[in-house]
């Protein structure tokens, strides 16, 4: 019996939105007033969801003090209240749209976590901007 369990957490970041190759026109003819050379913040929500077998000593799925410290390691740590082109290393050539900070956020979680469960990521950007990832 396959259940799903999910662990919700939060950060606050700054980023752009650019592409360093093209002009501040190109840029703000594609991502808008997201590419600020001066950035913008987000109140990001993240929501990690675990798939896989209850464990039948435990009764868990994964055990979600462990989730909870992993996203905190993870995520919160090295994402809250940063500046993600400039402070974390993977945005460093990477756009940090909400799309890509969920792939990161998933490949950093995806290895810590038993691979017999499915990881998914759900990152809100704004209330009503979201995205999902489950690794494909």
Not at 79 to 108: G, M, Y
Request: proline share 3%; with cysteine.
């Amino acid at each position: 019996m396959r259940v799903t369990v999910h662990r919700k957490a939060h950060f606050n970041a700054a980023h752009r939105l650019y592409r360093k190759d093209w002009d501040d026109t190109r840029n703000l003819e594609v991502f808008g007033k997201c590419s600020n050379p001066n950035y913008h913040g987000h109140n990001y929500e993240l929501i990690v969801s675990v798939t896989g077998n209850i464990d039948p000593e435990t009764g868990f799925v994964m055990d979600l003090k462990i989730l909870k410290d992993l996203i905190r390691t993870e995520v919160e740590d090295q994402f809250d209240h940063k500046n993600l082109n400039i402070e974390v290393a993977e945005f460093r050539n990477l756009n940090p749209t909400a799309e890509n900070i969920s792939v990161v956020i998933w490949n950093k979680l995806r290895k810590q976590i038993q691979e017999a469960n499915d990881l998914e990521v759900t990152l809100y950007e704004t209330p009503r901007n979201y995205v999902t990832y489950k690794g494909e």
